[in-house]
C-alpha cells in the first residue's frame, strides 16, 4: 500500500501570507496520479488539484501544486479567511492487479487563518 | 453538473448491515469512463476508500473491495434507478464513520474524485 505523509500537521498563517504544504509518498506515485482537496467543516471533500498540478474547475490560480515521485507540494499564495480548511492529498496506483487499496489518502493538513 | 445524492440510515445496531444509496444525476452508472466508489471518514482512520463499481464497453461491470473490508462489503449498481449501493455487513462501532459516495473517471484516466455526495454520518451502536 502506498502511503501519504503529510506536513504539517496544522499549520496557522495570516491573510496574505503563502502556505506550502507537502505529501510525500512512501513509493513513487504512478503517472503523477495525486489530487490534492480542501475540506470544511461538514462539508465533502473537494477536488482542488489533479494530476499533481493541473487546477479542477472553478479554482483560482492562488491554489497550485507541484511535484512528482514521491514528493508532491501544495501551495496557497495568498491566503485568504476562507482558505482555512483541512488540505489532503490522494494518490492512485494505477491499473490491477492490486495488492492494495487503489487509492490511498494522506491524513490531512489542517490550514488555520489567523 | 454531475450530483450525487445520498440515502439511507444514519444508526445501525452491532452485527447488523449498513446499507446506503448514492443516487447520480448528470452521469450514467454505466458511462464507460467512470468508476463509483465508497469512501469513509472516522477520526481514527481518516479518508479510508472501501470499494467501487464500474462498467466497461466489453459489457463487464467490475467490483474492487479494500482489504479491510474485504468479506463484509458489496457496491453494486442499480442501472434502473441510475444509482449504486453500499452494504456493509456485520458491523462494529469501528464501523462509525462519515460515508462518502464518490465518482472518478479513471477510465479516462483521470482517476481522483471530482464528484462527492452529501456524506452520512453512520453510527454503530449495540
Known amino acids: 500500500e502506498i502511503v501519504l505523509t503529510q506536513s504539517p500537521g496544522t499549520l496557522s498563517l495570516s491573510p496574505g501570507e503563502r502556505a506550502t504544504l507537502s505529501c510525500r509518498a512512501s513509493?513513487?506515485?504512478?503517472?503523477?496520479?495525486l489530487a490534492w482537496y480542501q475540506q470544511k467543516p461538514g462539508q465533502a471533500p473537494r477536488l482542488l488539484i489533479y494530476?499533481?498540478?493541473s487546477r479542477a474547475t472553478g479554482i483560482p490560480d492562488r491554489f497550485s501544486g507541484s511535484g512528482s515521485g514521491t514528493d508532491f507540494t501544495f501551495t496557497i499564495s495568498r491566503l485568504e479567511p476562507e482558505d482555512s480548511a483541512v488540505y489532503y492529498c490522494?494518490?492512485?496506483?494505477?491499473?490491477?492487479?492490486?495488492?492494495?487499496?487503489?487509492?490511498?489518502f494522506g491524513q490531512g493538513t489542517k490550514l488555520e487563518i489567523k | 453538473q454531475v450530483q450525487l445524492q445520498q440515502s439511507g440510515p444514519g444508526l445501525v445496531k452491532v452485527s447488523q448491515t449498513l446499507s446506503l444509496t448514492c443516487a447520480i444525476s448528470?452521469?450514467?452508472?454505466?458511462?464507460?469512463?467512470?468508476?463509483w466508489s465508497w469512501i469513509r471518514q472516522s477520526p481514527s482512520r481518516g479518508l479510508e476508500w472501501l470499494g467501487r463499481?464500474?462498467?466497461?464497453?466489453?459489457?463487464?461491470?467490475?467490483?474492487e473491495y479494500a482489504v479491510s473490508v474485504k468479506g463484509r462489503i458489496s457496491i453494486n449498481p442499480d442501472t434502473t434507478n441510475n444509482q449504486f449501493t453500499l452494504q456493509l455487513t456485520s458491523v462494529t462501532p469501528e464501523d462509525t464513520a462519515f460515508y462518502y459516495c464518490?465518482?472518478?473517471?479513471?477510465?479516462?484516466?483521470?482517476?481522483?474524485?471530482?464528484?462527492w455526495g452529501q456524506g452520512t454520518l453512520v453510527s454503530v451502536s449495540s
Open positions: 464518490a465518482r472518478d473517471l479513471v477510465g479516462a484516466g483521470a482517476p481522483w474524485f471530482d464528484s
Open positions: 448528470g452521469d450514467s452508472v454505466s458511462s464507460g469512463r467512470a468508476a
Open positions: 463499481t464500474y462498467y466497461r464497453s466489453e459489457s463487464k461491470w467490475y467490483y
Open positions: 513509493q513513487s506515485v504512478a503517472n503523477t496520479f
Open positions: 494530476g499533481a498540478s
Open positions: 490522494q494518490q492512485y496506483a494505477g491499473s490491477p492487479p492490486y495488492t492494495s487499496p487503489p487509492y490511498t
